[in-house]
C-alpha cells in the first residue's frame, strides 16, 4: 500500500517537476519512481490507506504555518533585543508517536519551530529529548507541543 | 569586475601555495584545494564575465536572442572541477594512507625515498 | 667483399659459443683461420696498392646522415689491415693456449674477434663516422678484455679508466669529426685527402685540430693520458699484446696519420705532435726504465714508441714519414712478440716480477732465444729491423726543420734507457743466478711461441733485406701519409754516420744504465710513488672523485627530500620567469578600476577573500576544512551570479561531496601543528605573495587583450539546430567536445580505482602471504 | 557516544527516493536545462551516502546489490558504446545518432546516442563516487 | 500589485536570514544558535521561493518551487537534528542560564544507554522497525 | 574517416573499461591485456602507414567542422608517438604476465595500464589544447594509481610529490589555456597557431608560453623541475617504473615539441633560448644525480632526466637537423629506457635487490642476459653503431651547427657520464663476483624454477632488438625523423591540413 | 519597486553571509561551525532565488533544489564524525 502511496506521488512529482502534463510522462514519472523505490522495497516499512489523510493534511498545514510564524517572532524578538528573555534547556517529552515514520515526522515539525529542538529518542522510543529556548511555561510547551503532535498523528494514521 | 577577481584570483593562488608549502600534509591538501579553484576561477574570468544571461535556449524559443555568457568555458570549467575533484579524492586517501604507512603527516620527514 | 671482410669477425664472434663446444680445446686454431685469411686476402691487394692505387668500395648504410660502409684500402690502411690480421692470427693461436681451460675461453674470443673486426673497420673505413662508430667500438671491446677477469675488483677498476680516458677522448674526437665535417663539407676520407682545401685557414680549423689531436692523444696514450695504458695491463697478455701494444693504441697514430696531409700546413698541428710525442717518449722510456712487472715495463715502452711515432708525424719531413712507417711496423712485430713471451714467461713462472727471475736460460731455452732476438730488436740493434726503424728516427730528428736538437736530445735519451729496458726484459730473467718462482718453468707450448717466433723472424728478415717490405707496402703507405708519391730506399747499413754514432753511444750509455739499475731501482721506485701523487693519474682519480662529490653535493642540495623546497623552486621558476617575461614582453599595469562591479558582487568577493584566508590562517582543521567549503559556496555564487547554472550547481555538488570525503579522510589525521619555524613561514609567504601578485598581474594584461572573437558563437547559434538541445553547456559537453567529458569520466574511474587499491590493498596484507 | 538514530534512519528512507528521481529527472533534462548526467550522478550519488551515512556501508552494498565498480565499469562502457553507432555508420567517432521511435498514439521518443552517452556519465560518477566512500567507510569499519 | 507581495516575501525571507545570522552571531550556546540559525535560514529560504513562483507565475516554476519547500521541510530538520544531537553528545557546555536538563541525567555515557524513564510504567509495546 | 587515427584511443579505452567489468577474472585480463595492446600497435602501424602515404590525419571528432570540434590529428611525429606507445605497451603488457605481484592485478593493474596508454595516446594525437590538458589528466590519474598501487612506504612517500607536483603543473596548464583561450577565443591548436602568428604585438603571447613551458617541463622532467621523478620513479614495481620511464615524460617533451612548433614561434630567440638552457641544466643535473646514486633503477630514474635535455636541446637549437635529433632521441630513448628498467626487473626477481651491492654475479651465470643489458645500456651511453649514437651523434652535431660550444661540451661531457654510469651498473651487478653477504641466489643459480620466465625475456629481447634495428638499419627510422622534424618546421602544413579551406 | 528591494535583499543577504561566516571563523566547536555552514547554504538558495528573479531566468530554481536535497549531507558527515569520535582539535 505504501509501496503505491510514494510510486503515484512520485510520479506526480516527476509531472509537476518536469512541467508537462500528459500521460506519457506521467507514465515515465511512474517508471522512475518504481525504479526509486525498487531500490527501497526491502527498507520501506508498510503504512496503511491514506485517501482521508489529505483534509487533514490541509488543517495540520495551516496550523503548522501559524505555529512557525508565532515562534519565530518570538525568537527573533529574543535575537534582536539586547537582553536575553529565553529560559533554554532539555525536556523529556513522551511520544505517542509509535511507528519510525511518525516518530520521525514528529520530530521534524518540532525541529522545524523555532524555539524547540529534537535532540533524540530514548532508546525505548517512547520519549523525545527536545531542547526547547523558552522554559517560562513549560506546561504550556508540552500541550503545545501535544497538539502538534496530535495533528500528525491524525494526517498519517 | 574582472579587475576585482584578478585580485582574488592572484589571492587564491597566494593562499594556495602557501598551503602547499606548509609541511604538515592536511594543508598540503587545503592548498590543492584552494588551488584548482583559482585555476577554474581564472578560466571562468578571464574568459569575460556577464551577468544573467546563461547560455540557455529558453523554453519555447529555438534560439538566443541577444548576447548570453560565453558556454564554452564553462564547459571546460565543468570538465576540470570534476578532473580537480578526482585528483583530490585521489589526493586525500593517499595523504591519509601515507599517514598511516609513514607514521607521520610531517612532510619533512618523507624524504627517505630521495637522498 | 670488403665488406665481408671487415664484418666477417663479428659475424664468426657470433658463432663463437656453438663452435667451442664442437671445437673444444683447439678453439684457437679453428679461429685464427679467419685473421689467416684475411692477411692472405690483403696480402692479396698489395700489388694494386703498391701499384700506387687505392681501392675504394662503397655500401650505403644511412645516407640521409652521411653515414656509409665506405672502406678505403691505401697503403697506410693496408699496412694495418695486415698487422690487424697477421698478428691477429698468432694472437688466436697464442690465447688458446695461454688461456686453456679458462672457464670463459668462449667469451674471451668473442670479444676478440670482435675487437678485431672493430679495428679492420676503423683502419679501412673512409667515412669519418664510420671510422669513428669503429673507434669507440674498440675502446668497448677493450674495456671488456681489460676487465676480463671481471671478478677481480682492481681489473674493473683499471678497464674503467681506459675506457674512461679513451672514451672521453672519444667524445672528443666525435666533435673534431664534425668540425672537420663542416670544414670541408665531405663525410670521406679519400675525398678529404684528394681536396686542395686549405683547411688551415678555416675558421673551424682550431677547433677540429684540437680536438682531433685530444681523440687521438687519448686513444694512444700520449701525454698527459698514458696512464691508462700500463693499467691495461690488467688484461690477459694475449690482449695486451694485441690490443695494447700492435693495434688498438696505434689507432690515434694512425688518425694523426691519416690526416696529416691535409691538418698539417699550421705550427698548431705539427707543434703539438712534436712537444706531446717527445714527451711521451721521453716519459714511457724512463718509466719503462723505472718499472719492474714485465708487462709494465713492456707496456711503458709500447707509451714510448706511441710518443716516438706521434713525434716523428709531427716532424712530417718525408724522411720522418719512412721513419714513422718503419718504427710503426719494426714496434708491432717486437712488441707483439715480446709481450706474448712474457706472457709465456708468466704463465709458466708463475709471476710477473722480473726482480723474482733469474737464470731462465737453461730452463727455457727456446723462449730465451726468440726473447733475445726480439729484444735486440726493441734496442735498436742490428740486423734487425728496429735498428733499421730507429737510424731513420735519428736522421729524421736531425734533420727536423725545427726544435731538431730539442728531439734529439729527447731521441737519444730515450734511446739510452730503451736499450736499458731491453736488457731487463731479456738479461735479467733469463740469465744470471736462477732463482725459485712460484711454478717449475719449463719452456713454453709451440701455440705460444709460433707467433712470438714468426713475428721475430719477420724483424730479422726484414732487417737484413728492408727492400722487401719496402717494396710491398710500405712505400706505399709512406706515399699516403706524407701525401706524395715516395720511394723509401731502405738498407741496413748506411755507412758510418751520425745516426750510427748516436745508436753506439746508446748502446754503450743503456748498457751502463742496465747494469746500474739493480742500484738505482729503490730511489727510481721512490720518485715514482712521490710522483703519482701529482701526476695526471692522481688527476684522473682527482676528477673522478670530483665528480662523485659534485653529484653527492648537487643531490643534497637538489633533490633533498623536502618537499616543500622542490614546491619552492617550482614555483620560483613559473612565476620568476612569467614575471620576468611580462615585465620585459609587455609590462606591468596595476588596474584598480573596479567601478563596473555591484556591491553584492564584492560581497561574494570578499567571502571568497574571508573563507580562503581563515582555512590558510586557521590552528583548527576542521575549522578550515568549514572554510574550504564556504569558498566552495563563494566560488558558486560567482558561477550563478556570472550565467553559469550548471557550473554553479556542480561547484556546490562537488564542494559538499569534497568536504564528506574530507571529513571521512581527516578521521584518522591528527590535528594541525606549526611544524615550520618562523622564519620558513615568512619565506613561503614571501613566495606566494610574489606569485598570487604575478598571477594577478598577468591576468590584468590578458583581460585587456582579445585579439579574436570567440568561437562559441558556432555552439551557440548551432546547438539546437543542428545538435537539439537548449543547454548549450551541456550540448558542448556531450556533443561539440564530447572526447573531452570522455576522458573526463575516464579519470574519474581511474580516481575510483586508485582509492579503491590504496584503502583495500595493503602492504601490510602482500607481505603476509 | 551513541550512534545512530531511529530519526536519521527514517528521514534517509524518506529522502532517498525524491534525491534518486531528481537525480535522474537531472539526467534526462541536462540537454535542455541544468543539469546532465555529471550533475545527476551527483545528485544520486547525495543520495546513497545518505544512505551509507544512516546505515553503514555494507547495508549501501547490499542495496546496490552489484558493486560500485560494476557501475563504474557500465558508465564507461556506456560511453563507449555512444561511440561505436557513428563508427558503425562510418562517420567520425562521436558523432551523434538521433532516432525517433514513433509512440502509440501521436509523438515520438526521442532517442540518441548522446543520451546513451549521459547515461554512461551518469553510471560512472555515481560508481566513482560509490566506490569512494564504500571503501572509505569499509575502512574505518 | 504582485510585485509588491514578491518583493515583500523576498524582504520577508532575507530578514529571516539576517535574524538568522545576527542569532547565530549572538546567542550564546550551539542549541540556542541552532533555534535561531536552522528554522530561521530555512523559513527565509522558503519565502523567497514563494516570492519566486509568485513572481514567474508559471506552473512550471511553481511546481519546482514547491518542490524545493518540500525538499528543505524534509531535509532541514533532519540537518538540525543530527548536529544539535552530536553537538549535545560529545559534551558542548550549555549556555550558563539553561535551565534544567532532563536528558543529561538519563543517558550513561558508560553504555550508551538513553532510557525514557517511563521503563517502569506500563505501556504500549515497544514496536520495532522491520 | 580514417578509423586507425581513432583506433589507438578507442583499444586501451575499451580495453581499460573492459578489464574493469572483469574484475575478478586475472585470467580474462592477462589475455586482455596482451591482445588489446598488440591490437594497439598494429593500429599504430596502419596509422604510420597512412600518415606517411597522406601526410596528415585529421577527424573531426562528433562530425563538427574543425575548429569547433575536438580534432585528432596525426603527423609523423603523432605517428611514431603511437607506435612507440604499442610497442612499449606490448612489452609492458607481456612483461606484466611474470611480474606483477597478485596482488596488483587483483586490484587494478591491467585497466589502469590501458588507461595509462589511452592518455597517453590521447595526449600524442589530440590537436587541442584543452583536450590535451584531459588527456594528460587521464594519464595522470592513471599513474597515481600505478604509483601507489602496493601502498609500500616508499610509494607513498615518492606518490606525494610526485602528485603535489603534477598537480601544481596542471593547474599552470589550466591556467594557460584560460589565458590563451581569453586572448584568442579557441582552443584548437592549429587554429590558435593561426591566430597567434598573425597578432602584432605577441607580448602576451609569449607570457602565457612561459607558463605552458614550465607546466609540461614539469611533466618532461626539466631543470630545474625535475625532482618529482626521482623522488617516485624507482619506487613502484618495476613493470610500472618502465612502463613510466618510457612513455610519462615524454608525452611532456612531445607536448613541448607540439607547441613549440606550432603555435609559439613568435619569439624564437627568446623562449627557445630558455630551453636551451634548461636542456643543458638538464643533462649537466640529471647525469650528476645519477652518479650519486647506487641503486640500479635510481640510476636509470637520473638518467631519463638528463635524456631529457637531449630532447629538449633538438628543440631549442630549432634548426631542421636539431628537430630530426630531437625526434630520433625520442624515439631511441622511449625503447632503450623501458628495456633497460625491464632488466633491472630481472635482476630484482634473480637476487631480490636493486641495491647495487646486494647485485652481482649475473654475468658469469647469465651471459646472455649481460648481453640484453649491454644493448640498451650501450645505446643510452651513445655508444656506436646502437640507436644512441645516431641519436646523440645528430644532436651534437646540430648544435655544433648553431654554434653553441658550451652546449655541445656539456653535451659531450653527459655522454662521458652516461657511460660512466651504465658501466658503474654493469661492473658492479654483472661483472662483480656476488656479493657475500647475500644469501638467496638459487634463482640466480637456476635452482629454482620461474613463473612465466618467458615473460620476463621476451620484451627485453625484442626491445633490444628495436634499439640494434634503429641502429644497424637506421635509415628509414632517419627518413621518418626526418619527416617528422620537417612538418614540425612548417605549421602551416599542419594548419591546412587541420582548418582546410580556412585557413588564411 | 521590485529592483529597490532585490538590492536590499542582495545587501541583507551579504550580511547574513558575512554574519554566519563570523560565526564559522569563531566555532568554538565543530557544531557550531557546520551551523554556519549549513547557514550560508541557506542563504546561498536565498541568494539564487532573487538572483533568478533579477534575471528573469527561472533555470537557476535548480540551483536551489540541488542545495536543498545535498547540502545537509556535510553536516551529516561532520555529525557522523564528531559521533565516531573523530580527533577534537578545537
Ligand atoms: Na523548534
Ligand atoms: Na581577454
Not at chain 3, 726480439?374 to 734487425?384: E, F, M, V
Not at chain 6, 660550444?405 to 651487478?429: D, P
Request: glycine share 8%.
Amino acid at each position: 500500500m505504501i509501496g503505491l502511496f510514494w510510486n503515484v506521488l512520485l510520479a506526480i512529482a516527476w509531472v509537476v517537476l518536469s512541467g508537462s502534463v500528459t500521460a506519457m510522462n506521467l507514465l515515465a514519472g511512474f517508471c522512475f519512481g518504481y525504479i526509486a523505490l525498487m531500490v527501497l522495497q526491502n527498507q520501506v516499512p508498510a503504512l496503511k490507506g491514506y485517501s482521508r489523510r489529505i483534509p487533514r493534511l490541509v488543517a495540520f498545514l495551516v496550523f503548522f504555518l501559524k505555529e512557525l510564524v508565532k515562534s519565530n517572532l518570538r525568537v527573533a524578538y529574543d535575537v534582536a533585543t539586547p537582553v536575553w528573555h529565553m529560559k533554554p534547556g532539555v525536556i523529556a517529552f513522551p511520544l505517542e508517536a509509535s511507528t519510525d515514520m511518525e516518530i520521525m515526522f514528529v520530530s521534524s515539525v518540532i525541529s522545524l519551530t523555532p524555539g524547540t529542538l529534537s535532540l533524540d529518542v530514548s532508546d525505548d522510543r517512547r520519549v523525545l529529548f527536545i531542547h526547547a529556548m523558552f522554559l517560562q511555561d513549560e506546561e504550556q510547551l508540552r500541550n503545545d507541543l501535544k497538539e502538534l503532535e496530535h495533528r500528525i498523528l491524525k494526517v498519517m494514521r | 569586475m574582472e579587475t576585482m577577481m584578478a585580485y582574488v584570483i592572484g589571492l587564491l593562488f597566494t593562499a594556495s601555495i602557501y598551503m602547499m608549502l606548509r609541511r604538515s600534509i592536511v594543508k598540503l591538501v587545503i592548498g590543492l584545494i584552494i588551488l584548482s579553484n583559482a585555476a577554474n576561477l581564472l578560466i571562468f574570468v578571464v574568459a569575460g564575465l556577464t551577468r544573467g544571461a546563461p547560455p540557455l535556449i529558453l523554453e519555447g524559443a529555438s534560439e538566443i536572442a541577444g548576447t548570453v555568457a560565453d558556454p564554452l568555458p564553462q564547459a571546460l570549467i565543468l570538465t576540470a572541477i570534476v578532473i580537480a575533484f578526482s585528483v583530490l579524492a585521489f589526493a586525500v586517501v593517499l595523504i591519509r594512507r601515507a599517514y598511516e604507512v609513514v607514521g607521520t603527516d610531517d612532510l619533512d620527514k618523507m624524504k627517505d625515498t630521495d637522498t | 667483399m670488403m665488406l665481408l671482410a671487415v664484418l666477417s669477425g663479428f659475424l664468426l664472434a657470433l658463432a663463437v659459443p656453438a663452435l667451442h663446444r664442437v671445437a673444444g680445446r683447439h678453439i684457437g686454431w679453428v679461429l685464427a683461420l679467419l685473421p689467416a685469411l684475411l692477411t692472405a686476402y690483403f696480402a692479396s691487394l698489395i700489388p694494386t696498392i703498391s701499384g700506387g692505387e687505392n681501392l675504394l668500395i662503397q655500401n650505403q648504410w644511412m645516407p640521409g646522415l652521411g653515414v656509409s660502409l665506405d672502406f678505403m684500402v691505401d697503403g697506410l690502411s693496408l699496412v694495418f689491415a695486415l698487422l690487424i690480421s697477421g698478428i691477429g692470427t698468432f694472437i688466436l693461436i697464442y690465447a688458446g693456449s695461454y688461456l686453456k681451460g679458462h672457464k670463459d675461453l668462449a667469451r674471451f674470443y668473442v670479444i676478440m674477434l670482435s675487437f678485431m673486426a672493430s679495428m679492420l673497420g676503423l683502419v679501412l673505413s673512409d667515412n669519418l663516422i664510420t671510422f669513428f662508430v669503429f673507434w669507440e667500438l674498440t675502446s668497448i671491446t677493450s674495456y671488456m678484455l681489460i676487465g676480463f677477469n671481471h671478478e677481480d675488483a682492481e681489473a674493473r677498476k683499471c678497464a674503467l679508466q681506459g675506457l674512461f680516458v679513451t672514451a672521453g677522448g672519444g667524445l672528443v674526437l666525435m666533435a673534431g669529426l664534425i668540425l672537420l665535417i663542416f670544414i670541408t663539407g665531405s663525410y670521406s676520407f679519400s675525398e678529404i685527402l684528394a681536396s686542395d682545401l686549405a683547411i688551415h685557414e678555416h675558421g673551424y680549423y682550431t677547433a677540429a685540430a684540437v680536438c682531433v689531436l685530444i681523440g687521438a692523444f687519448t686513444k694512444s696514450a700520449q701525454v698527459p693520458f698514458h696512464f691508462w695504458l700500463p693499467n691495461a695491463m690488467a688484461a690477459p697478455t694475449p690482449v695486451s699484446a694485441y690490443l695494447h701494444s700492435a693495434t688498438m693504441v696505434k689507432a690515434g697514430v694512425y688518425l694523426l696519420a691519416r690526416l696529416n696531409s691535409s691538418m698539417d700546413g699550421d705550427a698548431l698541428w705539427s707543434y703539438s705532435l712534436m712537444f706531446f710525442g717527445a714527451a711521451t717518449m721521453l716519459t714511457g722510456a724512463y718509466l719503462a726504465f723505472s718499472s719492474t712487472g714485465i708487462k709494465k715495463v713492456l707496456a711503458y715502452s709500447t707509451v714510448m714508441a706511441l710518443g716516438t711515432l706521434t713525434m716523428l708525424i709531427g716532424v712530417g719531413t718525408e724522411k720522418a714519414i719512412i721513419a714513422f712507417v718503419c718504427v710503426l711496423v719494426a714496434h708491432s712485430l717486437y712488441k707483439g712478440a715480446l709481450f706474448m713471451l712474457a706472457g709465456a714467461l708468466d704463465h709458466e713462472t708463475g709471476t710477473k716480477d722480473i726482480t723474482k727471475m733469474g737464470g731462465l736460460w737453461h730452463s727455457m731455452p727456446r723462449t730465451a732465444i726468440i726473447t733475445g732476438l726480439a729484444a735486440l730488436s726493441l734496442a735498436g740493434l742490428p740486423p734487425l729491423f728496429g735498428f733499421v726503424a730507429k737510424e731513420l728516427m735519428f736522421e729524421s730528428v736531425l734533420n727536423s726543420p725545427s726544435w731538431s736538437w730539442g728531439l734529439l736530445a729527447a731521441a737519444v735519451a730515450s734511446s739510452i734507457l730503451v736499450v736499458a729496458v731491453a736488457g731487463l726484459v731479456f738479461l735479467k730473467p733469463f740469465f744470471g743466478p736462477a732463482r725459485t718462482t712460484p711454478k717449475q718453468p719449463h719452456d713454453a707450448p709451440f701455440a705460444m711461441l709460433i707467433g712470438p717466433a714468426v713475428l721475430t723472424l719477420l724483424a730479422l728478415i726484414f732487417g737484413v733485406a728492408p727492400f722487401l717490405p719496402a717494396t710491398f707496402v710500405l712505400d706505399a703507405a709512406v706515399s699516403s701519409v706524407y701525401g706524395s708519391g715516395v720511394q723509401t730506399a731502405l738498407a741496413l747499413w748506411h755507412g758510418v754516420n751520425i745516426p750510427l754514432i748516436l745508436s753506439g753511444v746508446s748502446l754503450l750509455a743503456g748498457s751502463l744504465l742496465f747494469i746500474a739499475w739493480q742500484g738505482l731501482h729503490p730511489t727510481l721506485h721512490a720518485v715514482n710513488t712521490a710522483g703519482s701523487r701529482v701526476g695526471p693519474e692522481a688527476g684522473y682519480f682527482r676528477f673522478m672523485l670530483g665528480i662523485t662529490q659534485i653529484a653527492s653535493w648537487q643531490t643534497r642540495v637538489l633533490q633533498n627530500g623536502v618537499l616543500g623546497v622542490y614546491l619552492l623552486i617550482l614555483v620560483l621558476v613559473t612565476f620568476g620567469l612569467t614575471g620576468y617575461t611580462l615585465l620585459t614582453r609587455h609590462g606591468f599595469q596595476l588596474d584598480f578600476d573596479f567601478s563596473n562591479g555591484y556591491f553584492y558582487e564584492f560581497g561574494i568577493a570578499l567571502l571568497i577573500v574571508a573563507a580562503t584566508v581563515f582555512a590558510s590562517v586557521t590552528r583548527s582543521r576542521l575549522g578550515s576544512v568549514a572554510s574550504v567549503g564556504v569558498l566552495g559556496f563563494g566560488v558558486a555564487l560567482i558561477f550563478i551570479h556570472f550565467s553559469a547554472p550548471d557550473l554553479g550547481i556542480t561547484q556546490l555538488l562537488v564542494e559538499t561531496l569534497t568536504v564528506i570525503l574530507l571529513v571521512l579522510v581527516l578521521f584518522k589525521l591528527p590535528p594541525f601543528v606549526n611544524l615550520s619555524s618562523p622564519w620558513e613561514r615568512y619565506r613561503d609567504l614571501t613566495v606566494a605573495v610574489f606569485a598570487g601578485a604575478i598571477m594577478t598581474l598577468i591576468m590584468l594584461a590578458a583581460l585587456d587583450i582579445q585579439y579574436f572573437d570567440s568561437i562559441s558563437s558556432y555552439y551557440i547559434e548551432n546547438s539546437y539546430g543542428l545538435a537539439f538541445g537548449k543547454n548549450i553547456v551541456n550540448v558542448i559537453l556531450v556533443d561539440f567536445r564530447q572526447l573531452d567529458t570522455l576522458g573526463e569520466i575516464f579519470v574519474l574511474g581511474l580516481a575510483a580505482m586508485g582509492v579503491y587499491s590504496m584503502v583495500k590493498l595493503r602492504a601490510e596484507d602482500q607481505h603476509k602471504s | 557516544m551513541k550512534t545512530n538514530t531511529l530519526i536519521l534512519h527514517t528521514a534517509a528512507l524518506a529522502i532517498m527516493p525524491l534525491q534518486l528521481m531528481f537525480s535522474i529527472f537531472l539526467l534526462l533534462r541536462g540537454h535542455d536545462e541544468p543539469g546532465g548526467g555529471f550533475i545527476g550522478g551527483l545528485v544520486a550519488a547525495s543520495a546513497f551516502v545518505l544512505y551509507a551515512f544512516a546505515f553503514g556501508a555494507e547495508s549501501t552494498r547490499k542495496l546496490l546489490r552489484i558493486s560500485p565498480r560494476d557501475i563504474l565499469a557500465a558508465g564507461l562502457l556506456f560511453g563507449l558504446a555512444s561511440t561505436i553507432p557513428a563508427l558503425w555508420s562510418g562517420q567520425a567517432m562521436l558523432t551523434a545518432q538521433w532516432w525517433e521511435v514513433p509512440l502509440p498514439g501521436e509523438g515520438y521518443l526521442k532517442l540518441s546516442t548522446v543520451l546513451i552517452f549521459d547515461i554512461g556519465v551518469y553510471l560512472a560518477v555515481l560508481g566513482t563516487l560509490m566506490t569512494f566512500v564504500i571503501s572509505l567507510m569499509e575502512s574505518e569499519e | 500589485m504582485s510585485e509588491i507581495f514578491v518583493s515583500i516575501l523576498l524582504l520577508a525571507g532575507a530578514s529571516f536570514m539576517v535574524l538568522a545570522a545576527i542569532g547565530i552571531v549572538r546567542l550564546p550556546d550551539l542549541p540556542t544558535r541552532m533555534h535561531a540559525s536552522t528554522k530561521a535560514g530555512a523559513m527565509g529560504a522558503i519565502l523567497t521561493m514563494a516570492g519566486v513562483a509568485l513572481h514567474f507565475s508559471d506552473s512550471a516554476v511553481a511546481a519546482r518551487a514547491i518542490a524545493f519547500i518540500v525538499f528543505i521541510l524534509l531535509t532541514a530538520p533532519i540537518a538540525a537534528h543530527v548536529i544539535g544531537r552530536a553537538g549535545y553528545f560529545t559534551g558542548i557546555t550549555l549556555w550558563s542560564g539553561t535551565t534544567k536538563d532532563e536528558l543529561r541525567e538519563r543517558y550513561d555515557p558508560d553504555s550508551h544507554k538513553l532510557s525514557s524513564g517511563l521503563e517502569n510504567k506500563t505501556g504500549r509495546a515497544v514496536s520495532s522497525r522491520d | 574517416m580514417n578509423p586507425e587515427l581513432v583506433l589507438p584511443i578507442l583499444i586501451p579505452l575499451t580495453a581499460g573499461a573492459l578489464s574493469l567489468a572483469f574484475w575478478r577474472s586475472i585470467t580474462l585480463q592477462r589475455v586482455l591485456a596482451v591482445i588489446a595492446t598488440g591490437l594497439l600497435l598494429a593500429a599504430g602501424i596502419w596509422l604510420m602507414h597512412s600518415t606517411i602515404e597522406q601526410g596528415f590525419l585529421v577527424v573531426e571528432m562528433g562530425s563538427w567542422p574543425a575548429p569547433f570540434s575536438i580534432v585528432l590529428v596525426s603527423d609523423v611525429l603523432g605517428a611514431i608517438m603511437i607506435v612507440l606507445t604499442g610497442i612499449i605497451g606490448l612489452a609492458i603488457a607481456i612483461y606484466s604476465l611474470a611480474s606483477t605481484p597478485k596482488g596488483h592485478e587483483k586490484f587494478g593493474y591491467y585497466p589502469l595500464m590501458h588507461l595509462l596508454l589511452a592518455g597517453v595516446a590521447g595526449a600524442f594525437l589530440t590537436g587541442d589544447i584543452f583536450n590535451l590538458f584531459v588527456w594528460f589528466e587521464v594519464m595522470l590519474l592513471a599513474s597515481f594509481a600505478l604509483l601507489t598501487l602496493g601502498g609500500e612506504r616508499a610509494q607513498m612517500e615518492g606518490a606525494i610529490k610526485y602528485v603535489t607536483l603534477n598537480l601544481f603543473s596542471s593547474a599552470i596548464f589550466l591556467s594557460a589555456v584560460g589565458l590563451l583561450y581569453g586572448m584568442v577565443g579557441t582552443l584548437n591548436m592549429a587554429d590558435i597557431a593561426q591566430k597567434v602568428n598573425s597578432v602584432d604585438d605577441p607580448g602576451m603571447v609569449t607570457v602565457v608560453s612561459l607558463l605552458f613551458m614550465v607546466s609540461f617541463g614539469i611533466k618532461a622532467a626539466a631543470f630545474p623541475l625535475f625532482f618529482w621523478l626521482p623522488a617516485s620513479y624507482h619506487t613502484p614495481q618495476v613493470a610500472v617504473s618502465a612502463l613510466f620511464a618510457g612513455l610519462l615524460t615524454k608525452v611532456g617533451v612531445y607536448a613541448l615539441y607540439r607547441v613549440f612548433t606550432l603555435i609559439f614561434t613568435q619569439d624564437v630567440g627568446y623562449t627557445h633560448t630558455i630551453l636551451l638552457w634548461a636542456a643543458a641544466l638538464t643533462m649537466l643535473t640529471g647525469v650528476l644525480g645519477a652518479a650519486a646514486q647506487f641503486e640500479f633503477r635510481r640510476i636509470l630514474s637520473f638518467h631519463i632526466v638528463s635524456q631529457i635535455g637531449y630532447m629538449l636541446l633538438g628543440l631549442a637549437l630549432f634548426t631542421p637537423l636539431a628537430l630530426i635529433g630531437g625526434v630520433f632521441y625520442i624515439m631511441h630513448h622511449i625503447i632503450v629506457k623501458t628495456n633497460l628498467f625491464l632488466v633491472s626487473g630481472i635482476t630484482y626477481r634473480l637476487l631480490g635487490s636493486y641495491e647495487l651491492k646486494d647485485l652481482g654475479g649475473v654475468y658469469r651465470q647469465r651471459p646472455y642476459l649481460a648481453l640484453l643489458f649491454l644493448i640498451p645500456a650501450l645505446s643510452l651511453a651513445g655508444i656506436p653503431p646502437l640507436s644512441g649514437f645516431f641519436a646523440k651523434f645528430i644532436v651534437v652535431r646540430a648544435s655544433l651547427e648553431a654554434s653553441e660550444y658550451v652546449i655541445t661540451a656539456i653535451a659531450l661531457l653527459v655522454g662521458l657520464l652516461t657511460l660512466y654510469s651504465m658501466i658503474k651498473i654493469w661492473a658492479e651487478v654483472f661483472w662483480k663476483k656476488l656479493p657475500d653477504h647475500v644469501t638467496d641466489a638459487s634463482r640466480l643459480n637456476g635452482e629454482v624454477k620461474e613463473r612465466n620466465n618467458w615473460a620476463y625475456y621476451v620484451p627485453v629481447v625484442g626491445l633490444a632488438a628495436c634499439t640494434l634495428v634503429i641502429g644497424l638499419y637506421g635509415q628509414p627510422i632517419y627518413i621518418l625523423a626526418e619527416t617528422a622534424a620537417d612538418q614540425l618546421m612548417n605549421p602551416q602544413l599542419y594548419i591546412e591540413a587541420v582548418l582546410g579551406g580556412q585557413s588564411k | 519597486m521590485l529592483g529597490i528591494a532585490i538590492n536590499i535583499v542582495y545587501l541583507m543577504l551579504s550580511l547574513a553571509l558575512l554574519f554566519a561566516f563570523i560565526r564559522l571563523t569563531r566555532g568554538p566547536s565543530l557544531a557550531d561551525r557546520v551551523v554556519a555552514l549549513e547557514l550560508i547554504a541557506s542563504v546561498v538558495v536565498g541568494y539564487v532565488g532573487v538572483h533568478a528573479i533579477d534575471t528573469g531566468v527561472s533555470s537557476f530554481l535548480d540551483v536551489a533544489i540541488v542545495i536543498s536535497l545535498t547540502a545537509f549531507l556535510a553536516a551529516i558527515g561532520f555529525a557522523r564524525f564528531l559521533e565516531r569520535g573523530g580527533v577534537k582539535d578545537e
